[in-house]
């Protein structure tokens, strides 16, 4: 056979350890993220992924503190928000992070130190495209391609804790180094009404996030201008709902995008006095609350996980194995479970 496995065992009559030698065609390796597997496939020629959590909560104390944004609104969702993380350099992956093979004696494995490499100048990077300018910088399909930024849209749940829900589960999995890298400490993007957004676009506004829902908020203040701006979310989708697109709403055409608590909570967050109508609005004031609402601040203080349910971002390089079947391409007959 192709393999030799040690087979040590204790005889249940004579008490005496008995050990043999047997050989199969093949083997699978199905230990998860145990370190014992991990030490078997270095030992088998393959190169490891050192594992770090994944598929986890945010944790945001600040927001959720007394006085924070989110303080008292536990269990409040949104159907359909953005988060976005964009990848700094101190979030690109470490080389440390990859376990080469090294073989012993003894037939197990050790990590041998190696030597530290000077660091190469990283070469420049560089984007053509449209190029915006906004009120806080630049903005357009030139910056957004030059911006390394991991996306994802989903329903959000807001927690005693933080953040929750597919949206922060799906960012996590797909960005479970980057936030390894900085340790958790980060800030993320929150975009409450992404389909909004779309919606409007398809019945004629542009430019950025910013500017289209600033847009909609401003046409309040000749609507409704002697109505209070915290009274609730005068924003509705109106168009039906795409059935094939996963992360869209299952909320019904014509209810508020917002849920009442938490918007009246980006108002405040937008610097607007509680009592003001739609119609004392200044641009100012409707401009801070669309930023709100496009591009709110989460710094991210920590992450939580399921408890016994913790699911891990590593293991064997993929690109040593066959993905059809899972047979590694480094020893044949050898399987990944």
């Not at 906004?134 to 989903?154: D, F, K, V, W, Y």
């Not at 180094?177 to 019945?203: D, S, T």
């Amino acid at each position: 056979g192709n393999f030799a496995i040690n087979v040590s065992s204790r005889s249940t009559t004579t008490s005496t350890k008995e050990e043999s030698k047997e050989y199969f065609d093949a083997l699978i390796l199905a230990t998860g993220s145990f370190p014992i597997g991990h030490q078997i496939a270095r030992s088998l020629g393959h190169k490891v992924i050192k594992p770090v959590p994944s598929l986890f909560t945010f944790d945001t104390k600040e927001l959720v503190r007394e006085g924070g944004t989110f303080h008292g609104l536990a269990g409040l969702s949104v159907q359909t928000a953005r988060l976005t993380l964009t990848v700094s350099d101190e979030m690109k992956p470490d080389n440390n992070l990859t376990e080469q093979p090294t073989s012993v004696d003894d037939g197990t494995t050790a990590s041998k130190p190696k030597k530290k490499k000077r660091k190469k100048k990283a070469p420049a990077i560089t984007q053509e495209g449209p190029l915006l300018i906004t009120h806080h910088g630049i903005s357009g399909p030139a910056t957004l391609r030059l911006s390394a930024a991991i996306t994802q849209e989903g329903p959000l749940l807001i927690t005693h804790h933080g953040i929750s829900g597919p949206a922060t589960l799906r960012l996590s999995a797909f960005a479970a180094r980057e936030f390894h890298a900085v340790k958790y400490n980060c800030e993320v993007k929150l975009h409450f009404c992404p389909k909004f957004e779309e919606q409007q676009r398809r019945l004629g506004s542009t430019g950025g996030s910013e500017d289209v829902l600033m847009e909609a908020l401003w046409e309040m203040t000749r609507l409704i201008p002697k109505r209070r701006v915290a009274t609730g979310c005068p924003l509705f989708m109106t168009e039906n709902i795409d059935e094939n697109d996963v992360t869209s709403t299952t909320e019904a055409p014509n209810a508020p995008i917002i849920p009442k608590r938490l918007w009246a909570a980006l108002v405040t967050h937008s610097s607007i006095p509680p009592d003001l109508v739609w119609g004392g609005a200044s641009k100012a004031m409707i401009r801070s609350l669309a930023n709100s609402l496009a591009s709110f601040p989460l710094q991210t203080t920590g992450f939580s996980s399921f408890k016994e349910e913790f699911v891990t971002a590593g293991g064997v390089f993929l690109k040593e194995v066959q993905l059809t079947n899972m047979e590694s391409k480094i020893r044949p007959g050898l399987f990944m479970a």
